[in-house]
């Protein structure tokens, strides 16, 4: 790592105020089964050197092979930054640790033979076609590890190795003009989980197949969800998506102090806002956690060397505080609580979501249906859209449930709601005990475009008075 | 790099390995991006990097394996990482073989001024539009970026692809109370950005819409300017244009080529050889792009193609392979909706009463068969009345089946916008539209 050393001392001498540099060692293996074709199955192994250099209260980023050349053409971009400058960036302070840190596992996911994994999720795509009426099965595992090295010019010296990997099941089923969609354990990707192999055997694909298929064939004669104002229970990985959306994004304080109003906009959660804004009623809890076992956003330090901790987002519904970096949290007059975090060394880092976790409540499930008269049970995320604020959104959910004077009775197809979102929290009257921490490995944020690993604990909440059954 | 230095590494792959077919890509990139917020540079950076992936098949196993070293030692580790792969893979049923050569056309995509733009000029042209902004008080952000992409496939069938372009783009969010605007546009040749237009554009959109008042959602006719369309196209595009999704039954053209499923008047087809928008000459197998008719006149014609769901169907791959992270199959890249013969003013006077959409925002599959989506208006959303912008909307959500609202087309605009969507490289170039009915479900605060 002399060579690191060695740029961080090309850019000070340069005139540098700041400087940092990432090595960053990315290992991915994706396996994709689409019916009984294993059609993609990949080892990707990329690295190289990223570096951030403050130069006149100006940011420059230069990543390729070599850190000796970045280091000159970071402080060139820079000093190229610096003539479209207004205020000089001033970073908050931290102290410079020196550490190692890595993902505690039983089974690293890496060294279970290839053959293994493609067996299970061709038998398992195999299972999903069986149900007649069931057109199209997928089935997919990723694996990544990220090790990377930070050092920075004020003596940071930090290495750390996170893996995680997760993995899904899905059946498409096909009658005339309608299609349905089922999905285990979740959508978009599946659950992932930052341990080893174990949590892929945990997650039992295999013995979900039959049922999954057998659920989206279900559904092409289920009934359409009624539309109109009524109670709402959400199951908890729909609840993850939500909590993402409504919660995560916009207490990034980056995208609050307009950084990404070109791409995906801000957010309603002006600094004024913090501590007197209602966001939700009092069963609304959420904190940002960054140390939380098996999290996809658990580390030890972020990208700028600021250790993981636990900052309280929504307390007891109020609105009590944001995800930060230095320069973000220096202009609130706080210390970094450690939100940045780059896809790789080609990437600056970014405020990125942790584990951004609804905390639990005293609700059994069975509870939360108890005293509804009129609703509706929605499972596993199938389409999500939020304003430019994150204020109005609408999710569709794969499956829902009708629920009758306290009891499930008829399965319902392309369930949809939305609100606004203060006013949806608001109206959050129970959240059940049932937390699971789920991994949602493709968050998109940034221009170039990042797509970055994050965690949500929540548990099935119930909401009251909501808008179902749009488009 | 060189041609002949890229097609040393890949013939080093092909040379390397053992199995009955091997396909080597290589994709470099070197550019520079300045992004701006709050009316200055707040991230600025550049980047050089070069990945080489590697596809053997032994019978009908395959493997791939991607590396960004290009060492010889690099290059012999990912050749035996995807070799290992194959022997250890599950016979593809599906697969028939690698795609064969196919004459490559040249197109022009690369401009020695975009390539040698500097960090300096990229922050000027950015200084120069904060400056016009802040004249009018108005806060800007955006993005502007040029650079160097170079992309070149070989296989062991006799494909050999080269193609070196540029790349650059400008886009600019004006704010002020009340009010946002966009413009963008994107080129191989940042000559034809025009930067000091697009912040004109930008900023007369932002005064336009400081005043809103609110509209019942409900069923309107709409004029969407060119970036919505895009948009609109773009999500149409992911849902019923390629193969996969089409001999799955998942696309809206699952058995209905050759039917009438939009207004005459529209037509939409890919071609990567087309100068406008981001030509690419070939696919990331070295198949020769070619020109794919989508719609003519309302009526289906076709889907894209790569080798795999085109052998399936005993076809010719049409160039439309892509790499990217979700396994969406083949995807238009350079895709177009034919013009009209009005202009944007001529549809806003044409319509008696409607909603004028600058963009949309977020926009989400809510169906995909039925290609219902659903999104948000954003940066500028306006009431025409009787041919004339009356006032600001705040922005809605809108739920729509995609071919619905084309199938009441009432205008076209003669003017192509562009919208790149840089996650999966797909460009998308369509006028401005005057649809009859367009869906709005619901209302924010702004």
């Known amino acids: ?471 | 790099m060189s041609k002949e230095d890229v097609f040393s590494i890949l013939e080093k792959v092909l040379k390397a390995t053992e199995a009955d077919q091997c396909e080597a890509y290589l994709s470099g990139i070197s550019w520079g991006l300045t992004r701006f917020a709050n009316s200055y540079i707040h991230q600025n950076v550049a980047e050089d990097n070069e990945r080489l992936t590697v596809r053997v098949v032994f019978g009908k196993k395959i493997g791939k394996a991607r590396t960004n070293q290009l060492d010889p030692e690099s290059i012999a580790e990912v050749v035996q990482r995807a070799e290992k792969i194959a022997r250890a893979q599950k016979e593809t049923p599906d697969f028939v073989t690698l795609p064969e050569p196919t004459p490559v056309s040249q197109v022009k995509g690369f401009y020695k001024e975009t390539a040698e733009v500097s960090p300096e000029e990229r922050a000027l042209t950015v200084k120069a539009s904060i400056d016009v902004a802040d004249e009018k008080g108005i806060t800007v952000s955006g993005a502007y970026y040029t650079g160097v992409e170079e992309l070149a496939a070989m296989n062991s069938l006799g494909i050999e692809a080269y193609f070196k372009g540029t790349v650059s783009s400008f886009k600019i969010n004006t704010s002020i109370e009340g009010g946002t605007g966009l413009a963008q546009d994107f080129s191989r040749n940042h000559k034809n950005l025009n930067p000091e237009v697009l912040t004109e554009k930008a900023c007369k959109k932002a005064l336009a819409s400081r005043k809103t008042e609110k509209i019942p959602p409900g069923v309107y006719p709409v004029i969407l300017e060119e970036t919505a369309v895009c948009d609109m196209l773009g999500n149409l595009a992911a849902m019923t244009f390629g193969a996969q999704s089409y001999q799955e039954g998942r696309s809206a053209f699952s058995g209905h080529l050759g039917e009438k499923m939009v207004d005459e008047s529209i037509s939409v087809w890919d071609n990567g050889l087309e100068e406008y928008g981001f030509p690419v000459p070939f696919d990331t197998e070295g198949v020769a792009k070619q020109k794919v008719d989508i719609f003519s006149e309302g009526v289906a014609q076709d889907v894209v193609y790569d080798s795999f769901y085109a052998h399936k169907e005993g076809k010719k791959s049409t160039g439309h392979s892509v790499d990217v992270p979700i396994p969406i199959g083949p995807l238009p890249t350079n895709l177009f909706m034919g013009k009209g013969t009005s202009n944007l003013d001529d549809l806003i006077s044409g319509c008696e009463k409607g909603i004028l959409v600058t963009r949309f925002h977020y926009t989400n599959p809510m169906h995909r068969l039925k290609t219902v989506i659903t999104g948000m208006t954003r940066d500028g959303t306006f009431l025409v009345e009787n041919g004339e912008v009356v006032k600001g909307l705040k922005n809605l959500r809108f739920t729509q089946n995609i071919l619905e609202a084309l199938s009441a087309t009432e205008g076209i605009s003669n003017e192509w916008g562009t919208m790149r969507m840089e996650f999966v490289k797909v460009t998308i170039c369509a006028p401005a539209l005057h649809l009859g009915k367009f869906t709005f479900t619901g209302e924010t605060l702004f």
Request: a negative charge; glycine letters at 10%.
């Open chain 1, 1 to 471: 790592m002399k060579d690191m050393e060695k740029s961080l001392e090309i850019a000070s001498k340069s005139g540098a105020e700041y400087c940092d540099i990432r090595f960053v060692i990315n290992r991915e293996e994706e396996i994709q089964v689409r019916g009984l074709n294993p059609e993609k199955v990949t080892s990707k192994m990329d690295q190289g050197y990223g570096m951030r250099v403050l130069y006149d209260g100006a940011w420059g980023f230069a990543a390729g092979q070599t850190p000796e050349k970045i280091a000159v053409k970071a402080v060139k971009v820079a000093k190229a930054s610096a003539l479209a400058q207004k205020e000089k960036i001033v970073l908050a302070d931290v102290e410079p640790y020196t550490d190692f840190w890595e993902t505690p596992m039983k089974k690293d996911p890496f060294s279970v033979p290839i053959e293994e994994k493609i067996s299970l999720l061709l038998d398992c795509s195999k299972a999903l076609l069986e149900p007649e009426g069931v057109r199209v099965s997928r089935t997919s595992m990723k694996t990544q590890s990220q090790e990377k090295w930070f050092f920075s010019s004020e003596g940071a010296r930090i290495r750390q190795k996170i893996v995680y990997c997760g993995a899904m099941v899905s059946a498409v089923a096909l009658d005339g003009g309608d299609m349905q969609r089922r999905s285990y354990p979740t959508s978009f990707g599946g659950d992932h989980s930052q341990e080893g192999y174990e949590f892929i055997e945990s997650l039992n694909l295999f013995d979900h197949c039959q049922k999954t298929g057998e659920e989206a064939v279900a559904l092409l004669k289920a009934p359409n969800c009624p539309s109109g104002n009524m109670d709402v229970v959400l199951e908890s990985s729909q609840l993850a998506l939500q909590v993402h959306e409504s919660c995560g994004h916009p207490t990034e304080l980056d995208r609050v102090l307009g950084y990404e109003a070109s791409y995906a906009g801000t957010s309603f959660l002006t600094p004024e806002k913090v501590g007197n804004f209602r966001y939700g009623s009092p069963h609304v809890t959420i904190v940002a956690d960054s140390t939380c076992s098996k999290g996809l956003g658990t580390f030890g330090y972020d990208d700028e060397g600021v250790r993981a901790c636990k900052t309280v987002l929504v307390d007891e519904g109020v609105f009590s505080g944001y995800l930060t970096s230095r320069e973000t949290a220096y202009t609130m007059g706080e210390p970094s609580n450690g939100a940045m975090r780059a896809m790789g060394f080609n990437f600056i880092p970014l405020i990125r979501m942790t584990n951004i976790n609804l905390m639990q409540g005293d609700f059994t499930f069975e509870e939360l249906l108890e005293d509804v008269k009129e609703g509706v049970y929605m499972e596993t995320n199938r389409s999500w859209s939020i304003d430019d604020k994150r204020i109005n959104f609408q999710f569709g959910c794969e499956s829902g449930v009708l629920i009758e004077r306290g009891e499930l009775t008829t399965v319902v197809k392309n369930p949809s709601y939305t609100a606004l979102t203060p006013e949806f929290w608001g109206a959050c009257d129970a959240v059940s005990k049932d937390w699971r921490l789920w991994g949602l490995p493709n968050c998109g944020k940034g221009e170039p475009p990042q797509s970055m690993f994050v965690g949500h604990g929540t548990a099935p909440a119930r909401f009251r008075d909501i808008q179902v059954g749009v488009g």
